[in-house]
């Protein structure tokens, strides 16, 4: 299997460029298109088959780690910079989407020369002539790493912030459309119920009927951003 840049041709030989799809394609070689590669962190490639020949452009090169102005990588080179686990979902996934047109969209780990290791969001579909049959395998890869790093800091953050609403001794409950969303295991327990028995009920439901037309009021009103007093007194109801 042999790697190309776009814009190479060789003699004789059947690919993309005899597909309606190169036409479409012809833009990935401009200046402008290189450059929203280099700042999208993503790259696209195009797999022929049955010549089994891969062009890469010059953005996923540098997203895999190679030089594109050092001339095209050999295909084992390329493989290499996948894990083993990665390599294996992308082989099997790319001979699915040539055989049962069935798109291709997993996320890969890589391996970049000097040891880090970063995610890519990969994406593929089959392009088919007049009757059908698959001609080629279009496809592009995203670099998603800051993106996964950022949602793990934030789960990370969410657990932390929900262990000290947790353990507070405070009365915490947090209200959405009108319904607890949340309720912290010391105000569960000053009313009586348990934590998973309030989820979704109204919280309505657990002030003293004198009092509710009080607290709807500022509940609307704090919805709608109008001032609302820093404090003021609710009576709940204690399950019985």
Known sequence: MTVRHRGQSDQGQTGLADTETQA????????????????????????AHPTS?????AGLLRLLGFDPHQG?????QVWQRFTPES???????????WEQAKPLKEELA?????????????????????QGQPTA????????TEQRQLEQALR???RKYRSLLDSSTQFLMVVQDGCVVYINPHAARSLGYSVES????????????DDRQLAGEMYQRRLSGQPVPERYELRVIKSS
């Open 198 to 209: 309030l989820n979704n009920r109204s919280f309505l439901d657990f002030v003293h009927p």
């Open 156 to 158: 990370v953050s969410e």
């Open 137 to 144: 395998i279009l496809g592009y890869c995203h670099d998603i």
């Open 87 to 97: 390599r294996e979902v992308v082989q099997r996934a790319l001979v699915a989407v």
């Open 24 to 47: 479409a394609t012809g833009s990935f070689d401009s200046a402008a298109w290189k450059e929203a590669e280099e700042l999208g962190r993503f790259g696209t490639f195009e797999f």
């Open 110 to 130: 890589i391996q970049l020369p000097d040891g880090t290791q970063r995610t890519v969001l990969a994406q593929a579909r089959a392009v088919t002539d007049e």
């Open 72 to 76: 095209p990588p050999t295909m084992e």
């Open 53 to 57: 020949e891969v062009i890469p452009s």
